[in-house]
């Protein structure tokens, strides 16, 4: 498998440090709002990985962290007049909701900082021994950014351009602008522990260094994170790590790139800041999941309604060739007699340029085109009568629904009972376009009522009066059915 390293700025071929077994670290949310678009690509991207690997038979061990104490933190409880320990658990419980809604997996460990206050303080302690740190008067610690030779390396930052950028603020007594905090003094009302410089709290960057040796030991296989978290944090990381242990703190550093918000930037100031919840309001999680997916995770990923309208009828295509394939499967009588090795062997190309897609740098954008080949090679098949109808079809058929479910649960999507789910995505655009669906249904049984009684003319102006709202009418042997168009 290739991977592509931020470190190295190129794909690499994905060595673990001990064959078989994969060791992943990846920072999790600051627990002080709820999640947005941005947390949900990354949870979504690395969630992915961690599937595929396990599917490629690896042993992983997956840590993803909660940041539980920290200048946001503080600053949402003094608003919410909560503590600092309610507002963390009120944003975690809430990012569990969301990773539900989005099928994302538990991490195998889950540490929260304020639980590994002892382990931060001991780096810190280690770093200060080797003289890669430094305590003030005031009981602030920080650590020497120019002792690191190679600081910058990972972000492709050169540190006398980042001089140029820095200032030390007026309550600051560092040595260098460019050194950051490992330990922060006490100051009132906030929460604070103790420690050999007196009352604190760590650094946000210490706790995943501290966390991270603990867990997986260092080195480990994989970091990752947003693309946001390469400078500063991942850096801050890498170095007091690296000084700390005398050794390389990761061999492979993943970020996935940032989504924008119908062509722009997402932030608050500019109104368009979007959380997971806002959108699973209006649209199934499945669907923001698959559109995650159609791009590749390092590529910049534009969000808008009209993207996930456009996700979610691509996704009930792939539904309802499932659901066809498995109706058809449930027959009881085979005919015995022509082959369909044609089929066979588009489908077995269409697994490895699958296969193909996923090892190169897990590229989601192209496996996803492999899943449309297939939608349209069954289609294709489905539409033969003999195909149908004998053993030889039915164990091609088994072996696409087979190969869906395969992909489905790398990918994490199209896992869900066919039928149900096309009735949730009815329901939930009729909700997205204030359509009241019992007065659909009454309408399409009008219309069947006028249809038996061969009022025709009735029948059509119903459909007429549907088709306004975008809802197409099917009759079928199963009686009518009703869709969006």
């Known amino acids: 498998m290739l991977i592509y390293n931020t470190l190295k700025r190129r794909k690499e071929e994905f060595i673990p440090l001990h064959p078989g077994k994969v060791r992943m670290y990846v920072c999790g949310i600051t627990a002080y709002d709820y999640c947005h678009i941005g947390h949900a690509r990354s949870c979504v991207v690395f969630d992915v990985l961690v599937r595929y690997l396990r599917s490629q038979g690896y042993d992983v061990t997956f840590v993803r962290n909660f940041t539980d104490v920290d200048d946001k933190i503080i600053k949402r409880a003094q608003q919410e007049k909560l503590t600092e320990d309610e507002v963390a658990e009120k944003y975690i419980e809430a990012f569990y909701l969301d990773m539900d809604e989005l099928n994302v997996l538990k991490a195998d460990i889950e540490p929260r900082a304020t639980r590994h206050i002892p382990e931060m303080i001991q780096v810190t302690q280690v770093l200060l021994d080797k003289g890669y740190a430094y305590s003030t008067a005031a009981g602030d610690v920080y650590f020497r950014v120019r002792k690191m030779p190679h600081y910058g390396l990972l972000s492709a930052r050169n540190v006398e351009e980042l001089q140029s950028g820095s200032r030390i603020a007026p309550d600051e007594d560092k040595e260098d602008p460019l050194d950051f905090a490992l330990w922060k003094a006490a100051r009132p009302e906030e929460p604070s522990w103790e420690s050999p410089w007196g009352k604190g709290r760590p650094g946000w960057h210490l706790e995943c260094t501290a966390m991270s040796e603990k867990y997986l030991g260092i080195p480990f296989d994989i970091h990752g994170g947003g693309e946001d978290l390469t400078f500063p944090h991942h850096e801050n990381e890498k170095a007091q790590s690296e000084a700390a242990f005398g050794r390389e703190f990761v061999r492979y550093w993943i970020h996935n790139g940032f989504v924008r918000v119908d062509s722009e930037k997402m932030s608050k100031s500019l109104g368009n800041f979007i959380t997971i919840r806002d959108i699973i309001n209006s649209f199934h999680g499945e669907v923001l999941r698959f559109f995650l997916l159609t791009k590749h995770y390092r590529s910049p990923l534009d969000y808008s309604d009209g993207s996930l309208e456009e996700a979610e009828k691509a996704l009930k295509r792939i539904y309802w060739a499932k659901t066809a394939l498995q109706k058809e499967l449930q027959k009881e009588k085979w005919s015995k007699g022509q082959e369909f090795s044609e ?143």
């Not at 489908?347 to 740098?361: F, G, P, R, V």
Request: aromatic content about 10%.
């Open 343 to 485: 089929a066979d062997q588009e489908l077995n190309s269409l697994s490895q340029k699958w296969d193909d897609a996923m090892l190169d740098d897990m590229n989601t954008a192209e496996a996803v085109g492999y899943v449309f080949g297939l939608v349209r090679l069954a289609n294709r098949m489905l539409e033969n009568k003999v195909f149908r109808k004998s053993e030889a079809g039915r164990d091609v058929m088994q072996k696409m629904l087979d190969q869906l479910d395969k992909w489905g649960h790398s990918l994490g999507i199209f896992h869900r009972p066919g039928k149900e789910f096309l009735e949730e995505l009815k329901f939930m655009r009729c909700r997205r376009y204030d359509i009241d669906p019992e007065f659909v249904l009454k309408m399409v049984q009008k219309r069947q009522e006028a249809r038996n009684n061969k009022d025709f003319k009735a029948a059509d102006e119903i459909r007429h009066q549907l088709a306004e709202q975008g809802i197409e009418v099917m009759d079928t042997s199963e009686g009518p059915k009703w869709d969006f168009a």
